[in-house]
Protein backbone atom coordinates (compact mmCIF):
# COMPACT_ATOMS: atom_id res chain seq x y z
CA UNK A 1 0.00 0.00 0.00
CA UNK A 2 1.68 3.25 -0.68
CA UNK A 3 2.21 6.26 1.73
CA UNK A 4 1.61 8.40 -1.41
CA UNK A 5 -1.65 10.86 -0.68
CA UNK A 6 -4.44 10.93 -3.23
CA UNK A 7 -5.42 14.31 -4.41
CA UNK A 8 -9.15 14.85 -3.39
CA UNK A 9 -11.72 13.74 -5.77
CA UNK A 10 -12.30 15.69 -8.46
CA UNK A 11 -8.91 17.59 -8.62
CA UNK A 12 -7.88 17.16 -12.27
CA UNK A 13 -5.26 19.63 -12.54
CA UNK A 14 -5.04 19.50 -16.53
CA UNK A 15 -8.29 21.19 -16.24
CA UNK A 16 -7.96 23.02 -12.85
CA UNK A 17 -7.65 26.53 -14.03
CA UNK A 18 -5.65 28.12 -11.49
CA UNK A 19 -2.60 25.31 -12.44
CA UNK A 20 -3.01 25.72 -16.25
CA UNK A 21 -2.65 29.81 -15.56
CA UNK A 22 -0.03 29.00 -13.81
CA UNK A 23 1.80 26.43 -15.88
CA UNK A 24 1.22 28.62 -18.93
CA UNK A 25 2.29 31.88 -17.11
CA UNK A 26 5.89 29.92 -15.67
CA UNK A 27 6.37 28.66 -19.55
CA UNK A 28 5.89 32.18 -21.15
CA UNK A 29 7.68 34.17 -18.46
CA UNK A 30 10.72 31.51 -18.61
CA UNK A 31 10.58 32.08 -22.35
CA UNK A 32 11.32 35.47 -22.22
CA UNK A 33 13.15 35.17 -19.23
CA UNK A 34 16.07 33.70 -21.24
CA UNK A 35 16.19 37.13 -23.14
CA UNK A 36 17.62 38.76 -20.66
CA UNK A 37 19.10 36.60 -17.35
CA UNK A 38 22.23 35.74 -18.89
CA UNK A 39 22.77 39.28 -20.65
CA UNK A 40 21.73 41.38 -17.75
CA UNK A 41 21.52 38.95 -14.54
CA UNK A 42 17.80 39.87 -13.75
CA UNK A 43 15.45 37.54 -13.05
CA UNK A 44 11.68 36.99 -13.67
CA UNK A 45 10.90 39.07 -10.31
CA UNK A 46 13.56 41.65 -11.14
CA UNK A 47 12.45 42.36 -14.29
CA UNK A 48 8.61 42.82 -13.55
CA UNK A 49 9.60 45.66 -11.24
CA UNK A 50 11.55 47.05 -13.81
CA UNK A 51 8.75 47.02 -16.71
CA UNK A 52 6.38 48.40 -14.40
CA UNK A 53 8.82 51.41 -13.14
CA UNK A 54 9.07 51.65 -16.72
CA UNK A 55 5.97 52.43 -17.58
CA UNK A 56 4.59 53.72 -13.77
CA UNK A 57 7.73 55.43 -12.70
CA UNK A 58 7.25 56.80 -9.22
CA UNK A 59 5.83 53.84 -7.67
CA UNK A 60 6.43 52.82 -4.13
CA UNK A 61 7.54 49.38 -3.34
CA UNK A 62 4.38 48.47 -2.06
CA UNK A 63 2.62 49.60 -5.43
CA UNK A 64 4.97 47.75 -7.55
CA UNK A 65 3.86 44.39 -5.06
CA UNK A 66 -0.12 46.06 -6.26
CA UNK A 67 0.18 45.98 -9.80
CA UNK A 68 1.89 42.66 -10.52
CA UNK A 69 -0.01 40.65 -7.89
CA UNK A 70 3.38 39.78 -6.38
CA UNK A 71 4.63 38.90 -2.78
CA UNK A 72 6.05 42.58 -1.00
CA UNK A 73 8.65 40.56 0.81
CA UNK A 74 10.07 38.94 -3.15
CA UNK A 75 9.60 42.45 -4.53
CA UNK A 76 11.49 44.08 -1.72
CA UNK A 77 13.91 42.02 -2.46
CA UNK A 78 14.12 42.61 -6.24
CA UNK A 79 14.19 46.55 -5.45
CA UNK A 80 17.08 46.33 -2.97
CA UNK A 81 18.92 44.06 -5.64
CA UNK A 82 17.81 46.47 -8.27
CA UNK A 83 19.00 49.20 -5.98
CA UNK A 84 22.89 47.93 -5.34
CA UNK A 85 22.96 46.95 -8.89
CA UNK A 86 22.64 50.43 -10.07
CA UNK A 87 19.01 49.92 -12.07
CA UNK A 88 16.51 51.96 -10.16
CA UNK A 89 17.00 54.79 -7.79
CA UNK A 90 14.95 55.20 -4.63
CA UNK A 91 14.04 58.77 -3.40
CA UNK A 92 11.66 60.02 -0.89
CA UNK A 93 8.26 61.17 -2.08
CA UNK A 94 8.17 65.11 -1.81
CA UNK A 95 4.85 65.70 0.07
CA UNK A 96 5.29 62.09 2.32
CA UNK A 97 8.52 61.93 3.52
CA UNK A 98 7.75 58.57 4.98
CA UNK A 99 7.15 57.15 1.78
CA UNK A 100 10.17 56.28 -1.02
CA UNK A 101 9.31 56.16 -4.51
CA UNK A 102 10.97 53.92 -7.32
CA UNK A 103 12.52 55.30 -10.71
CA UNK A 104 14.41 53.54 -13.24
CA UNK A 105 17.80 54.39 -13.64
CA UNK A 106 19.32 55.65 -16.86
CA UNK A 107 21.12 52.38 -16.87
CA UNK A 108 18.04 50.51 -15.58
CA UNK A 109 16.19 53.09 -18.59
CA UNK A 110 18.55 51.38 -21.45
CA UNK A 111 17.90 48.01 -20.18
CA UNK A 112 14.38 48.41 -20.29
CA UNK A 113 14.49 49.96 -23.89
CA UNK A 114 16.99 46.99 -24.93
CA UNK A 115 14.43 44.31 -23.62
CA UNK A 116 10.74 45.80 -23.65
CA UNK A 117 10.88 45.12 -27.66
CA UNK A 118 12.08 41.99 -27.12
CA UNK A 119 9.44 41.08 -24.79
CA UNK A 120 6.83 42.34 -27.14
CA UNK A 121 8.47 40.30 -30.05
CA UNK A 122 7.88 37.34 -28.20
CA UNK A 123 4.36 38.48 -27.40
CA UNK A 124 3.73 39.27 -31.24
CA UNK A 125 5.27 35.78 -32.23
CA UNK A 126 3.24 33.83 -29.95
CA UNK A 127 -0.17 35.67 -30.83
CA UNK A 128 0.32 35.18 -34.31
CA UNK A 129 -0.52 31.32 -33.94
CA UNK A 130 -4.17 33.40 -33.25
CA UNK A 131 -6.82 34.54 -35.46
CA UNK A 132 -7.62 38.62 -34.67
CA UNK A 133 -10.97 37.41 -33.54
CA UNK A 134 -8.97 34.74 -31.01
CA UNK A 135 -6.40 37.15 -29.47
CA UNK A 136 -10.11 39.59 -29.12
CA UNK A 137 -11.91 36.49 -27.33
CA UNK A 138 -9.17 35.53 -25.31
CA UNK A 139 -8.31 39.31 -23.91
CA UNK A 140 -11.72 39.59 -23.41
CA UNK A 141 -12.07 36.44 -21.33
CA UNK A 142 -8.75 37.37 -19.63
CA UNK A 143 -10.21 40.59 -18.56
CA UNK A 144 -13.84 38.65 -17.31
CA UNK A 145 -11.24 35.89 -15.46
CA UNK A 146 -9.65 39.24 -13.66
CA UNK A 147 -13.08 40.74 -12.83
CA UNK A 148 -14.11 37.64 -11.46
CA UNK A 149 -11.16 36.65 -9.34
CA UNK A 150 -11.14 39.95 -7.93
CA UNK A 151 -15.03 39.33 -6.90
CA UNK A 152 -14.10 36.01 -5.57
CA UNK A 153 -10.85 37.43 -3.22
CA UNK A 154 -14.02 40.29 -2.08
CA UNK A 155 -16.36 37.15 -1.05
CA UNK A 156 -13.85 35.03 0.69
CA UNK A 157 -13.35 38.15 2.56
CA UNK A 158 -17.18 38.48 3.88
Known amino acids: MSSVPMPP???DLEHFLPYRLSVLSNRVSGAIARMYSERF?????EWRVMAVLGRYPGLSAGEVAQR???D?????RAVAGLVDAGHVERQTHDEDRRRSVLRLSAAGRAIFDEVAPLAMAFERRLLDGMAPSERDVLFGLLDRLDELELQAEADLGT
Open 9 to 11: AGL
Open 41 to 45: GLGVT
Open 68 to 70: TAM
Open 72 to 76: KVAVS
